[in-house]
């Protein structure tokens, strides 16, 4: 529907254009009327008007002086002229001010209709194309939005490809190519652990709660005047259910205060808790990733000091100003291969040198809890590779019973505690390591009985059974007494044989059934476990 504007000054003219047709059943919802230019942009000014019929001789303000406002003021309206013969220099005039219709007086009122519906038609027309402008403004900022997200994650991640300086300027972000920033992770811990369809709806809903308060504090507390003026809020990126990422343009310190106010308000919720990592703050976007990266690693310290805490990768970074070579050779010791082994005695022995090594190093503590924070991650990352789970270790209290973030043991407690660590960890694992790895090993002999023509080895197997291959070949030797390439062998062997025996399929397609892709190195091991070639032992 539009609103149409009659201006003429000759009462008996300005009725009959508007009484004599039925404006509304044409699509004209309202008619308004003034008698002279100056009426007339008061109404202006108070209603929206589509099309304006005026006369070009008026008092006060004539026809040509309210076009030219018109035109200034409100570009988008129609213009329609009605004049009599002796205006020919006031029409002439209105022609430079690009109207879009002209009449004549007198005029019956179908012709002036028929002039103002094809005006109509004009302007259903202009507002297609503004609608189509529009609808392609709004696609191209949701399509910017779309790859300025998948842009961000592609740095986050360490996938991008491409020219970083032009994408940036298409997506609009250009404006922070050496602007300092920092990643924040929020683990939402204990997620894995829900199995019901109720337990999964209040995962999401908690998730839903933590994203829109971290989103409202972004919006309002840590946004950042760039240098054009241009207000930096960062980003939040939720498409993790168990972890929150945050790319902040703000001093650390002051952000990390917010955080714990959130982790202190929040607590323990529905079970779950809020542990938050931060990584180091860098210039660069295209070191992201290394934000990010810190940011998880800092994060995992939950595992030793409990969640519900704000951890800074300060707190585990080799760059750490005291972190010397010798630290460095320290986090590399052979204590994991010995607790992958099971030696506890060696274990112990360990522990002692270790801190032995630190107390002799002369740096200071602040150093060495960066030193026993790696230890226990990279322990805790040893126990994983067994096949074990931390938390049914270590219980609820987790790795924080032992060792408190903020204390200041001497080296006599550390020695202790870490004794009594690694006790509960022997303990564990020795109660449970007799029937599980039994039963893992005719786990792992039935997979390679039904896959041994596959390209089976010591890494795809740990693969698939979730162990470090070296931890494996450990264990298949203790149980089966025999390596596990020497099992393989003759597993595939034993198989060659009965191929051999009971078939007539030829050399090359029984190696190729068995897991031998050359033929000639089937017929060279089969002749090195059975001391004749295969040809021969079909033969016998």
């Known amino acids: 529907m539009f609103n149409l504007l009659v201006v003429e000054d000759e009462d008996m003219i300005r009725h009959k254009i508007i009484n004599n047709t039925d404006w509304l059943s044409h699509g004209f919802q309202q008619v308004f009327e003034a008698e002279n230019g100056s009426e007339a942009v008061e109404i202006l000014a108070k209603s929206q008007i589509d099309i304006l019929i005026t006369d070009i001789k008026m008092p006060i303000m004539d026809g040509i002086q309210l076009t030219k406002h018109v035109k200034e003021f409100y570009p988008q309206i129609k213009v329609i002229i009605i004049s009599g013969h002796?205006?020919?220099?006031?029409?002439?005039?209105?022609?430079?001010?690009?109207?879009?219709?002209?009449?004549?007086?007198?005029?019956?009122?179908?012709?002036?209709?028929?002039?103002?519906?094809?005006?109509?038609?004009?302007?259903?027309?202009?507002?297609?194309?503004?609608?189509?402008?529009?609808?392609?403004?709004?696609?191209?900022?949701?399509?910017?939005?779309?790859?300025?997200?998948?842009?961000?994650?592609?740095?986050?991640?360490?996938?991008?490809?491409?020219?970083?300086?032009?994408?940036?300027?298409?997506?609009?972000?250009?404006?922070?190519?050496?602007?300092?920033?920092?990643?924040?992770?929020?683990?939402?811990?204990?997620f894995q652990e829900c199995k019901s369809a109720k337990e999964e709806?209040?995962?999401?809903?908690?998730?839903?709660?933590?994203?829109?308060?971290?989103?409202?504090?972004?919006?309002?507390?840590?946004?950042?005047?760039?240098?054009?003026?241009?207000?930096?809020?960062?980003?939040?990126?939720?498409?993790?259910?168990?972890?929150?990422?945050?790319?902040?343009?703000?001093?650390?310190?002051?952000?990390?205060?917010?955080?714990?106010?959130?982790?202190?308000?929040?607590?323990?919720?529905?079970?779950?808790?809020?542990?938050?990592?931060?990584?180091?703050?860098?210039?660069?976007?295209?070191?992201?990733?290394?934000?990010?990266?810190?940011?998880c690693s800092a994060a995992a310290l939950s595992r030793i000091h409990g969640p519900g805490g704000v951890y800074f990768f300060y707190d585990i970074s080799m760059d750490h100003a005291h972190y010397s070579k010798q630290l460095q050779k320290i986090v590399d010791h052979k204590i994991?291969?010995?607790?992958?082994?099971?030696?506890?005695?060696?274990?112990?022995?360990?522990?002692?040198?270790?801190?032995?090594?630190?107390?002799?190093?002369?740096?200071?503590?602040?150093?060495?809890?960066?030193?026993?924070?790696?230890?226990?991650?990279?322990?805790?990352?040893?126990?994983?590779?067994?096949?074990?789970?931390?938390?049914?270790?270590?219980?609820?209290?987790?790795?924080?019973?032992?060792?408190?973030?903020?204390?200041?043991?001497?080296?006599?407690?550390?020695?202790?505690?870490?004794?009594?660590?690694?006790?509960?960890?022997?303990?564990?694992?020795?109660?449970?390591r007799g029937n599980r790895t039994e039963r893992l090993i005719v786990e792992m002999k039935h997979y390679m009985n039904e896959n041994y023509a596959d390209n089976i080895s010591l890494t795809s197997l740990s693969r698939e059974f979730n162990i470090s291959p070296s931890y494996l070949s450990i264990l298949f030797r203790e149980i089966t007494s025999e390596h596990f390439s020497d099992y393989l062998t003759n597993l595939r062997i034993q198989k060659g044989k009965e191929l051999l025996k009971n078939t007539d399929l030829r050399i090359k397609e029984i190696a190729s059934q068995i897991g031998y892709r050359d033929a000639y190195y089937f017929s060279s091991v089969f002749k090195k476990v059975t001391g004749v070639n295969p040809t021969q032992y079909r033969e016998e």
Request: proline share 1%; hydrophobic share 35%; aromatic share 12%.
């Open 86 to 190: 002796a205006d020919f220099d006031f029409a002439r005039k209105s022609i430079t001010l690009k109207v879009c219709e002209y009449m004549l007086k007198p005029f019956q009122s179908k012709n002036l209709l028929k002039l103002v519906l094809s005006v109509k038609k004009e302007l259903v027309r202009d507002k297609g194309e503004q609608e189509n402008v529009e609808e392609m403004r709004k696609q191209l900022r949701e399509n910017r939005r779309s790859l300025r997200e998948k842009l961000i994650q592609n740095l986050l991640t360490n996938c991008f490809v491409g020219n970083l300086e032009n994408d940036l300027k298409y997506v609009e972000m250009d404006h922070l190519k050496n602007t300092p920033f920092f990643v924040a992770v929020i683990n939402l811990e204990q």
């Open 336 to 432: 994991y291969s010995d607790l992958k082994s099971g030696d506890f005695e060696e274990v112990k022995k360990d522990v002692a040198e270790l801190l032995a090594e630190l107390k002799n190093s002369g740096i200071p503590y602040e150093a060495v809890s960066t030193a026993i924070n790696n230890i226990l991650l990279m322990s805790c990352k040893t126990i994983n590779e067994l096949g074990y789970d931390v938390n049914e270790i270590f219980g609820e209290a987790g790795l924080s019973f032992y060792f408190k973030r903020d204390n200041n043991f001497t080296y006599k407690e550390l020695e202790n505690r870490l004794y009594s660590f690694y006790s509960t960890i022997h303990t564990f694992i020795e109660s449970k």
């Open 201 to 295: 709806e209040e995962k999401y809903l908690y998730n839903l709660s933590i994203y829109k308060r971290l989103s409202y504090m972004m919006d309002t507390e840590w946004a950042l005047t760039a240098k054009d003026d241009r207000i930096e809020k960062g980003y939040i990126l939720n498409y993790k259910i168990d972890q929150i990422v945050l790319i902040i343009f703000q001093d650390i310190l002051h952000v990390s205060r917010q955080l714990e106010k959130v982790i202190s308000n929040e607590g323990k919720e529905k079970g779950f808790f809020l542990t938050i990592g931060i990584g180091n703050s860098y210039n660069q976007l295209l070191d992201l990733h290394l934000s990010y990266e810190e940011a």
